[in-house]
């Protein structure tokens, strides 16, 4: 470009610039995007004779899912407090609320909010999940895939506890102290078994991690049903845990239950994750 003067200056285009920091901006921001993805990340851990098996697929016939302090700490009183059950697997990851260590080698401390997984000696074909820990909405989808993908699907029957503040149910009539805490079944489309309590009633909805193994299982024909408590007490509660007894009904045709009756009140359940002995990974 020459001036008025003769003098020849070399052209500047202001376009190009704007659009190489847009590109710079645009690298950057997927950069950051996929850093927060690798952090959000779930990962399932298992022991090495179960991570073995899983070429295969693991033969699963059972799997029972807890999910919330009280529906944990029922299993830890009734189902996992004999010596037939190991620990062999975990869920590890990271969100604002569950500040855990999102990489795979690290398990969770003795107490903390966790997701573990543990497995009958003599059943192995039976599978408990106790989730004490919160798990993000956009980390749903990755639990119920990765922990599925773990399992034979064909055979495979699904049963759910969960907690549940009172406050999100749904009824036109008052409820009593005395009708508080109880229990309210959801089953998919693939379960013929016989619900032990009433069904969930419109408009009611299910969230988080019950909602998600539910709508799997529905998507995926895998035959489950669903026990919803709900209770007025978000800490742990032995009267809230004994809610969920008409589940050991089920629980008993699979393995050898307890007959422990909660006699210790709450206190006793402070840390509802059993503690069973862990095989090392």
Not at 132 to 154: M, N, P, S
Not at 200 to 213: F, K, M, R
């Amino acid at each position: 470009m020459a001036t008025f003067f003769g003098e020849v200056l070399s052209v500047y285009s202001r376009a190009v610039e704007e659009d190489d920091e847009d590109l710079d901006d645009e690298n950057e921001d997927e950069q950051i995007h996929r850093a927060i993805e690798e952090k959000r990340e779930v990962h399932i851990a298992w022991c090495p004779e179960v991570a073995q098996s899983l070429e295969g697929k693991l033969q699963c016939s059972e799997l029972i899912i807890a999910v919330g302090t009280n529906a944990a700490g029922f299993l830890s009183a009734y189902v996992l407090n004999t010596e037939s059950w190991d620990a062999v697997g975990h869920a590890s990851l990271w969100n604002e609320r569950s500040r855990g260590s999102s990489r795979q080698s690290i398990a969770p401390l003795p107490g903390e909010p966790a997701c573990l997984f543990y497995r009958h000696r003599d059943n192995p074909a039976v599978l408990v999940c106790q989730s004490t820990c919160y798990i993000a909405e956009d980390q749903l989808f990755q639990w119920t895939e990765k922990v599925f993908g773990c399992l034979q699907k064909r055979g495979l029957s699904v049963m759910v506890l969960s907690d549940s503040p009172v406050a999100e149910y749904k009824t036109p009539d008052y409820l009593y102290g005395s009708a508080v805490p109880f229990l309210r079944s959801l089953k998919s489309s693939a379960s013929k078994s016989q619900a032990l309590c009433p069904a969930l009633e419109q408009p009611n909805i299910l969230t988080g991690l019950p909602a998600a193994v539910l709508s799997h299982c529905q998507v995926h024909q895998i035959p489950a049903v669903l026990y919803q408590c709900y209770t007025d007490v978000i800490s742990p509660d032995s009267i809230t845990m004994e809610t969920y007894k008409p589940a050991l009904l089920c629980l008993s045709k699979l393995v050898k239950v307890s007959e422990y009756i909660v006699e210790q009140g709450p206190k006793h359940f402070c840390s509802p994750l059993v503690t069973a002995k862990i095989k090392t990974t």
